[in-house]
């Protein structure tokens, strides 16, 4: 008699604060308890699910650490609208654990930087275009000190975001830009010669919205993309190399941030 091959990985339990967890959040996420809905009280959830308090107080735990329960009172328990950078936190570690690279990240830049200064040209208003003036003026004031540079940066893309009022754009955006920023940091102290390069684009990107010049606010933001792939290959880092070494490079050098 022939013997059967294995086709089967062995079966793994997981704890059960786990599972009231997902059982929760698959409500949430599939639109079945919508933000502001209450959840119930613990001794509710322990009788709906069966199981005891210390279970269920994980469960809710892990939900609350991810932003999407909150509580109202000591006991009662509703559906939270999660904030925009604690979702990106969680996907930026998902990134940073799937090993993603500097070249999926300057990739992803070049898509979507593009198409929000493309939206900023319809939506932006004088108050966007105010914040964005004051930030460059800012960035300007700045120049000795790369880590408040690109600081700056960083908040002039988001500005930029904010002006094209898409929230699924913004929302697909910050997972990148929370490791864009202490890359950009980073090519900063090796490349300080390149500040100036950096505020001429800004400032170029902002006269082109103000007059809604498409094309020439696409020209600027491109060239800039382009000056931040060339500063990082400048500073002798490879563009195949995965972007936790750039978390490795915040732990080991926090002076030069």
């Not at 904010?162 to 202490?182: D, F, Y």
Request: charged residues 30%; aromatic residues 4%; proline residues 4%.
């Amino acid at each position: 008699m022939t013997q059967v091959a294995t086709r089967f990985e062995r079966i793994k339990s997981r704890p059960a604060y786990e599972l009231v967890a997902e059982a929760i959040e698959r409500k949430i996420l599939t639109g079945r308890l919508r933000p502001g809905d209450r959840i119930g009280t613990e001794s509710e959830l322990v009788k709906q699910f069966g199981v005891n308090r210390s279970t269920v107080r994980e469960g809710i735990r892990l939900l609350e650490h991810s932003g999407l329960v909150a509580r109202e009172s000591s006991r009662r328990l509703s559906v939270a609208a999660p904030h925009y950078h604690r979702l990106a936190t969680r996907m930026s570690r998902a990134l940073i654990l799937q090993q993603v690279t500097f070249r999926e990240l300057w990739h992803t830049s070049r898509a979507l930087e593009p198409a929000a200064v493309d939206q900023a040209m319809e939506n932006a208003t004088e108050e966007d275009i105010a914040a964005l003036t004051v930030n460059i003026e800012q960035t300007r004031t700045a120049q000795d000190d790369p880590a408040a540079v690109a600081d700056r940066d960083a908040e002039f893309h988001k500005l930029i975001c904010a002006a094209a009022r898409n929230r699924v754009l913004l929302l697909a955006k910050e997972p990148s830009s929370i490791l864009v920023r202490p890359t950009t940091a980073f090519i900063i102290s090796k490349n300080p010669k390149g500040i100036p390069r950096l505020i001429e684009a800004h400032q170029n990107i902002l006269d082109a919205l103000r007059r809604r010049d498409r094309e020439m606010g696409r020209i600027w933001v491109n060239k800039h993309l382009n000056d931040w792939k060339v500063g990082f290959e400048r500073s002798g880092m490879d563009l195949d190399s995965p972007v936790d070494l750039i978390i490795k490079w915040q732990a080991t050098a926090p002076e030069e941030q």
